[in-house]
């Protein structure tokens, strides 16, 4: 008998110490469960990033609404690792206080720390960024994000290749991590038979171009293309048409595309997700853009979309894991979601691959 209530002690004592890890009570107060949010909400990045925690935040009333994450509140965790702050300290910060599941982004701020995330197997990391192999022989990760080699691979089909002569190929990317990464990417997908193919990197937040035109010129590319987060790419444009290009400019995916004119005898092309184009119309989405507008009063982004996405499909994961981020990789791997940004398809690495299109004249 006293063996008999010993054990039945050990039992209650046990799933206590599982309930307060599950809801890091003396961080966060009792029933709340933490996701953590490390994103560059000041410097360069910081629109997008809040629009991306605008995206969070959304999704946690949403997730909360309907009961939360098995009767714990969702309650996002935000840390800034923007204009000069340290990734690795705000993220650490959070494990310490014992935040199980993060959201990170973007590449400038991650690529650097991929590595060393690979090897925290005590918690569930999603990345909210572009670097081709994010979640390559990682066991702790998914992506619920646009993918650079998505993206990369469709950049790519713009160049025609109708006989043998060479094609004349110039790539020019953003000097970061982000860049780079996605740059190179572009690169291997570009360097095929009879390609002579020339690279180069500008500033962030350059806008005169008129050095790297004159040296274009002396190429004759038939393409010419832009690897950036946006911000450079109208002056990069103008900039090479004022040289007097008549050729293909295609730019990868950027946060916030605006319209502008682009001069006759040049073809433009982007890729663009199916949500930035309006072309996802399910009820999940619709949802998503009805509540996003009257929350915040304005349209969302294709990076809120994302961030909403996140957050609702992570919250699932935690619970079909039973709490236990080691498990929820497997949670993503082969899966497919319908979320606000449109169909998310996961690989048998928790990688995605989204709704994208190259679109252009």
Known sequence: MWRMKFFNGALIFVFAVVLAGCSSAPKFGEGVYPVGAVLPLSGESAVA????????LLAAKRVNSAGGIAGLELKIVARDCGAGKSFGEEFDALRRDGVKVVSVGFDEQVVSWHTRLMKCDDVFINYMCQ???ATLDSQN????????????????????????????????????????????????????EHTKFYSDVFSSGTRDF??????????????????????????????????????????CAVFGFEPFD????????????????????????????????????????????????????????????????????????????????????????????????????
């Open 131 to 133: 670097y081709p192999p």
């Open 141 to 192: 990760s998914t992506r619920i994000f646009l993918n650079g080699a998505q993206d990369g691979d469709l950049l790519s089909t713009v160049v025609e290749r109708p006989d043998s002569r060479d094609v004349n190929i110039v790539a020019m990317s953003v000097d970061s991590l982000f860049g780079k990464a996605c740059g190179d990417y572009l690169a291997f997908c570009l360097k095929l």
């Open 262 to 361: 682009v001069p006759e005898g040049v073809k433009f092309y982007r890729t663009a997700t199916a949500f930035e184009l309006g072309k996802v119309a399910t009820p999940v989405s619709r949802e998503f853009v009805a509540a996003f507008k009257a929350e915040y009063g304005r349209e969302p982004t294709w990076v809120a979309a994302y961030g909403y996405d996140s957050v609702v499909a992570l919250s699932k994961a935690v619970v079909a894991a039973k709490f236990n981020p080691a498990k929820m990789r497997a949670q993503f791997a082969g899966s497919k979601i319908e979320g606000a940004v449109g169909t998310i398809t996961f690989d048998s690495s928790a990688d995605s691959l989204s709704e994208l299109e190259v679109v252009g004249k």
């Open 49 to 56: 990033a809040r629009d991306a925690l605008d995206g969070m």
């Open 210 to 251: 008129s050095i790297f035109s004159e040296q274009m010129k002396r190429l004759f590319p038939q393409y010419i293309f832009y690897v950036g987060r946006g911000s450079e790419l109208k002056p990069f444009v103008e900039s090479v048409c004022r040289g007097g290009y008549s050729g293909v400019i295609a730019s």
